[in-house]
T-cell receptor, first 114, second 116 residues
Framework: NAGVTQTPKFRVLKTGQSMTLLCAQD?????MYWYRQDPGMGLRLIHYSVGEGTTAKGEVPDGYNVSRLKKQNFLLGLESAAPSQTSVYFC?????????????FGQGTRLTVV | AQTVTQSQPEMSVQEAETVTLSCTYD???????LFWYKQPPSRQMILVIR??????QNATENRFSVNFQKAAKSFSLKISDSQLGDTAMYFC?????????????FGQGTTLQVKP
């Protein structure tokens, strides 16, 4: 009964380095999302996917790329990390995109870029 | 564009007492959903309660209830009989039906501390 699992939980990167955050869900959900959480700003949507093979930009997509090659996985990539990308990243999934659908979240990844 | 505002960055309450967290939002949509999510120190986001805009009756879940004022675009969360385990950050969130994308728009969050 894992739900949504994010890997890794913590990471420190140097400016300019790249990394990939992995999100995996075992609930057969169609929709998946990446949010970032910053103090005083709540959670903001980076990218999302409405199904396998699809991706779309959210509110703050610059500096990030995503891929959804398999239905259960949603990857978030940082090609050249910047200090402004220091944040806590959350992956979420929903069964459908219908209004009112409950989002299930992973436990977050705390990323620090130095 | 839709916005969600939580004007109380921090609140505290004594155990067993009642506390109300405020949330206002702005939208031109007529049908939508509003949510309250809880984020304890573990960081795990947990759905507390949700409200459909078309329903006039306020949603309740055990000790948690909302006061939904559609005309005023207000959606407050009342926690009764506060418990130490209610200590967490609480986020108000809005979901619109347009496009059926399931995207959430979050407020800034309110940190609630329940004191023994």
């Amino acid at each position: 009964n894992a739900g949504v699992t994010q890997t890794p939980k913590f990471r420190v990167l140097k400016t300019g380095q790249s990394m990939t955050l992995l999100c995996a869900q075992d609930m057969n959900h169609e929709y998946m999302y990446w949010y970032r959480q910053d103090p005083g700003m709540g959670l903001r949507l980076i990218h999302y996917s409405v199904g396998e093979g699809t991706t779309a930009k959210g509110e703050v997509p610059d500096g990030y790329n995503v891929s959804r090659l398999k239905k259960q996985n949603f990857l978030l990539g940082l090609e050249s990390a910047a200090p402004s990308q220091t944040s806590v990243y959350f992956c979420a999934s929903t069964l459908t995109g219908l209004v009112g659908t409950e989002a299930f979240f992973g436990q977050g990844t705390r990323l620090t870029v130095v | 564009a839709q916005t969600v505002t939580q004007s109380q960055p921090e609140m505290s309450v004594q155990e067993a007492e009642t506390v109300t967290l405020s949330c206002t939002y702005d939208t031109s949509e007529s049908n939508y959903y509003l949510f309250w999510y809880k984020q304890p120190p573990s960081r795990q986001m947990i759905l507390v309660i949700r409200q459909e805009a078309y329903k006039q009756q306020n949603a309740t879940e055990n000790r948690f209830s909302v006061n939904f004022q559609k005309a005023a675009k207000s959606f407050s969360l009342k926690i009764s009989d506060s418990q130490l385990g209610d200590t967490a950050m609480y986020f108000c969130a809005f979901m619109k039906p347009t496009g059926n994308t399931g995207k959430l728009i979050f407020g800034q969050g309110t940190t609630l501390q329940v004191k023994p």
